[in-house]
């Protein structure tokens, strides 16, 4: 089979299990995070000091930011969460797609960036990165060549000017669309709760080894957990039984 044939096969492939890659990086993530703790002897002063996790958390709400940027100002039927096709009715080139191409997978590194550097292990975080370009390279090729050849020449010329992953924030333009609210709270959800339920987690695995026992003794991520659970159930509920997160025409 011609490369070219191949890396599309292939990105085609890892587009419909893209959400894999996430439980792959948790699962070993929390081992290493269990492995580094077990292995520094980690004192309960250094325990009780969050200034790391906090500049963790920073680096994965700036992904959680650049997704929202891009989804608030997207069409219907971009920039979603389907697996199982390609899916593109309207080519996005204003707002956080004037400087990028896939802002929502740069968005995604962040996010998941941020867990990976919870380890505190350096190696770990640079095999993240090197899986995580490796996987969406060839996941960016395939839905490429699935937008080029529905939008043709449009794509090409946009295309042309505007980065892949590395953003040309000198060539912002503002969105052609209003804000959608509703649109940020029907789909972002999950991946806010996500973000504060893995920082619990890697916490009480923390914990666990260093006094083992669980205790919640760094209370505000088991605050910070619950509240982002609440929510995401909240507006879950609200988007199967009421029509207050519908659909804006177009959105």
């Known amino acids: 089979m011609e490369l070219i044939k191949e890396l599309d096969k292939q990105g ?26 077990w292995n520094s002897q980690t004192n309960a ?14 680096v994965a ?19 979603g969460r389907n697996t199982h096709e390609q899916v593109a009715d309207h080519l996005n080139t204003s707002g956080m797609y004037s400087i990028v191409r896939h802002p929502l997978y740069l968005g995604n590194f962040f996010m998941w960036l941020g867990v990976a550097m919870l380890t505190e292990h350096t190696w770990f975080i640079i095999a993240f990165i090197l899986a995580y370009w490796l996987y969406y390279e060839r996941i960016m090729y395939a839905e490429e060549q699935f937008i080029g050849r529905k939008f043709g020449t449009r794509f090409t010329e946009w295309a042309a000017k505007t980065p892949a992953i590395i953003p040309a924030v000198s060539q912002w333009h503002n969105p052609d669309l209003q ?12 991946g806010f709760a996500a973000i504060f339920i893995l920082f619990f987690l890697f916490d009480i695995i923390s914990e666990y080894i ?17 509240a982002s659970c609440l929510i995401y159930f909240t507006l ?12 804006e025409t177009g959105r």
């Open 12 to 37: 085609n492939f890892l587009f419909k299990y893209r959400g894999t890659l996430p439980i792959i990086i948790l699962l070993l993530g929390a081992s290493v995070k269990a492995y580094v703790t």
């Open 45 to 58: 002063a250094d325990f009780r000091s969050n200034a790391y996790e906090y500049i963790c958390l920073a």
């Open 210 to 226: 260093v006094y083992d026992n669980i205790l919640f003794r760094n209370k505000q991520w088991l605050v910070l957990c619950i």
């Open 61 to 79: 709400i700036l992904g959680l930011a650049i997704r929202i940027l891009a989804v608030g100002y997207a069409q219907k039927n971009t920039s």
């Open 236 to 247: 879950k509920i609200l988007k199967n039984n009421t029509t207050m997160l519908a659909s």
């Open 179 to 190: 804000f959608s609210t509703k649109k940020i709270l029907r789909q972002e959800k999950n």
